[in-house]
């Protein structure tokens, strides 16, 4: 693509937000920034959830993954099924029945302050790494298709995007994100789907056709039952309930756009609906990783070494202009959807969680200001920390530490979900930091202890676990904690 049409892509899809950050700020008030003032409609929001889940990584690594794991994905996405109606069942009740603005309040009311201080906390280091590095490939893919014919460095990409986010986001916060997301929903779902066509217009094939070719291809199976895999059904079942229960139900960046609807009915109905839009959106990642393997097969492409290269490698040089400037465009909005919506997230609970910011007086404005630019110019860090380490193996383990943290936060709010106990409060903060270390060490040496047993995504549950069997320990015997 040229290098005109790559800067009109990235203004209009800029031009675009920004419209409708004016649109949606007309008329905020303190509480638009942090609930929207409660009135998003259910079904904006469920469609918006589609693409806050599916971020820059997941864009490019699903259908590349197809080629080393199949459609074994596909087993973790059904227990993602399960967990997003927990989710609805249990947590949005609670959240809604105790008016929730953060939902780490509720570790406050059910413990004490340092249970939820050590869960607001664990989740300000999960986001901030977590949207850090989705953020960090969004600037790679800007850098490298645009920035580097100019001379820009990276570090001013990277200034230049969190800037446009910031300035889309701080006037109404929550209630913009709404909006935005599923404007990004359309641009992700219109790139696979028009990635899709193109392949099938080259291959001279048409639907039903397609359908064949993705049911009877190899890497469509989708059952794995060896017990010692990384992939079995069941360690992939159970870790897809878990983790869309830790990293959606237990997060406030996911949670906030929840409870932004009118009523918890709304609210439920937005995840009930989300879940099938879900799993039928990535039915179609899945299908396109397919047809991406097909279409080197057929017209003797040569596969890249790294799988995550394979959907780039073919949309910007094979599949032509058009397909080109819509996976550009695809990757910018997978990515601006995840990060938007963490550095709104990410404001909003340190303003309720750490600063007990009156969110409905006109003078807690400023400060709210100054967080989300303070949590901006963290992320600016975490990023240039990311680009000067430049080994992949060690910014994935970076990445994957994040997934740590949930642990303790599946604990908290599982043992007090589950259970009436009381723990002893002031050793909640000791336990959290504990959970993840023992974790840690007994997944490096899983293989030896557990006869050959690898974790895989089920890792999250037991760190989860250790932090329950923990607070079980530490809870009081007369019901009563201190």
């Given at each position: 693509?040229?290098?005109?049409?790559?800067?009109?892509?990235?203004?209009?899809?800029?031009?675009?937000?920004?419209?409708?950050?004016?649109?949606?700020?007309?008329?905020?008030?303190?509480?638009?920034?942090?609930?929207?003032?409660?009135?998003?409609p259910w079904y904006?929001?469920?469609?918006?959830?589609?693409?806050?889940?599916?971020?820059?990584?997941?864009?490019?690594?699903?259908?590349?993954?197809?080629?080393?794991?199949?459609?074994?994905?596909?087993?973790?996405?059904?227990?993602?099924?399960?967990?997003?109606?927990?989710?609805?069942?249990?947590?949005?009740?609670?959240?809604?029945?105790?008016?929730?603005?953060?939902?780490?309040?509720?570790?406050?009311?059910?413990?004490?302050?340092?249970?939820?201080?050590?869960?607001?906390?664990?989740?300000?280091?999960?986001?901030?790494?977590?949207?850090?590095?989705?953020?960090?490939?969004?600037?790679?893919?800007?850098?490298?298709?645009?920035?580097?014919?100019?001379?820009?460095?990276?570090?001013?990409?990277?200034?230049?995007?969190?800037?446009?986010?910031?300035?889309?986001?701080?006037?109404?916060?929550?209630?913009?994100?709404?909006?935005?997301?599923?404007?990004?929903?359309?641009?992700?779902?219109?790139?696979?789907?028009?990635?899709?066509?193109?392949?099938?217009?080259?291959?001279?094939?048409?639907?039903?056709?397609?359908?064949?070719?993705?049911?009877?291809?190899?890497?469509?199976?989708?059952?794995?039952?060896?017990?010692?895999?990384?992939?079995?059904?069941?360690?992939?079942?159970?870790?897809?309930?878990?983790?869309?229960?830790?990293?959606?139900?237990?997060?406030q960046n996911m949670?906030?756009?929840?409870?932004?609807?009118?009523?918890?009915?709304?609210?439920?109905?937005?995840?009930?609906?989300?879940?099938?839009?879900?799993?039928?959106?990535?039915?179609?990642?899945?299908?396109?990783?397919?047809?991406?393997?097909?279409?080197?097969?057929?017209?003797g492409v040569d596969?890249?070494?790294?799988?995550?290269?394979?959907?780039?490698?073919?949309?910007?040089?094979?599949?032509?202009?058009?397909?080109?400037?819509?996976?550009?465009?695809?990757?910018?909005?997978?990515?601006?959807?995840?990060?938007?919506?963490?550095?709104?997230?990410?404001?909003?609970?340190?303003?309720?969680?750490?600063?007990?910011?009156?969110?409905?007086?006109?003078?807690?404005?400023?400060?709210?200001?100054?967080?989300?630019?303070?949590?901006?110019?963290?992320?600016?860090?975490?990023?240039?920390?990311?680009?000067?380490?430049?080994?992949?193996?060690?910014?994935?383990?970076?990445?994957?530490?994040?997934?740590?943290?949930?642990?303790?936060?599946?604990?908290?709010?599982?043992?007090?979900?589950?259970?009436?106990?009381?723990?002893?409060?002031?050793?909640?903060?000791?336990?959290?930091?504990?959970?993840?270390?023992?974790?840690?060490?007994?997944?490096?040496?899983?293989?030896?202890?557990?006869?050959?047993?690898?974790?895989?995504?089920?890792?999250?549950?037991?760190?989860?676990?250790?932090?329950?069997?923990?607070?079980?320990?530490?809870?009081?015997?007369?019901?009563?904690?201190?």
């Open positions: 693509m040229s290098t005109l049409l790559i800067a009109i892509i990235i203004l209009s899809f800029f031009a675009v937000l920004m419209g409708v950050s004016w649109f949606t700020s007309r008329n905020a008030d303190g509480e638009t920034f942090f609930t929207g003032n409660r009135r998003s904006l929001v469920a469609f918006g959830m589609i693409g806050s889940t599916i971020s820059g990584v997941t864009f490019i690594s699903v259908p590349g993954e197809v080629g080393s794991s199949a459609w074994t994905y596909f087993q973790f996405l059904l227990g993602n099924f399960v967990g997003y109606w927990v989710i609805a069942l249990v947590l949005i009740p609670l959240y809604y029945r105790l008016n929730l603005i953060s939902i780490y309040t509720y570790l406050d009311q059910r413990f004490g302050l340092r249970s939820y201080k050590t869960g607001a906390f664990f989740f300000l280091v999960s986001q901030t790494i977590g949207a850090s590095f989705r953020l960090y490939l969004a600037a790679g893919v800007l850098q490298i298709a645009f920035f580097n014919d100019f001379g820009i460095p990276f570090s001013l990409t990277v200034l230049i995007t969190l800037f446009l986010i910031w300035i889309y986001t701080y006037r109404a916060g929550i209630k913009t994100v709404v909006w935005t997301d599923s404007l990004q929903t359309v641009f992700i779902l219109g790139a696979v789907g028009i990635t899709i066509w193109v392949i099938l217009k080259q291959l001279d094939l048409n639907f039903g056709e397609m359908v064949t070719v993705v049911d009877k291809h190899p890497y469509s199976q989708i059952f794995d039952w060896d017990w010692r895999s990384k992939t079995n059904f069941f360690k992939q079942f159970i870790a897809g309930v878990g983790i869309v229960l830790t990293m959606n139900g237990l997060d949670m906030q756009k929840n409870l932004t609807c009118k009523t918890q009915r709304d609210a439920q109905k937005n995840v009930f609906w989300f879940s099938f839009a879900f799993i039928i959106a990535n039915i179609f990642f899945l299908s396109l990783g397919v047809m991406l393997y097909y279409y080197a097969e057929q017209t596969l890249p070494a790294r799988t995550d290269d394979l959907f780039p490698l073919l949309a910007m040089k094979y599949f032509g202009p058009f397909a080109g400037a819509l996976f550009l465009l695809g990757i910018l909005s997978a990515a601006y959807s995840s990060a938007d919506s963490a550095l709104t997230a990410l404001t909003t609970s340190f303003c309720v969680d750490f600063l007990n910011l009156d969110t409905s007086a006109s003078k807690s404005k400023r400060t709210r200001i100054l967080v989300h630019v303070g949590f901006s110019f963290l992320m600016f860090l975490v990023i240039i920390v990311f680009r000067i380490i430049n080994n992949e193996s060690v910014v994935s383990a970076v990445f994957r530490v994040a997934g740590y943290t949930y642990g303790p936060l599946l604990g908290l709010f599982s043992f007090g979900i589950l259970t009436k106990k009381q723990v002893k409060d002031r050793f909640v903060p000791i336990l959290g930091l504990g959970s993840p270390l023992l974790t840690y060490v007994i997944n490096a040496y899983s293989e030896t202890w557990f006869w050959g047993y690898k974790f895989g995504f089920e890792l999250l549950l037991l760190n989860g676990l250790i932090m329950f069997v923990g607070l079980w320990l530490l809870s009081e015997k007369n019901g009563k904690s201190n």
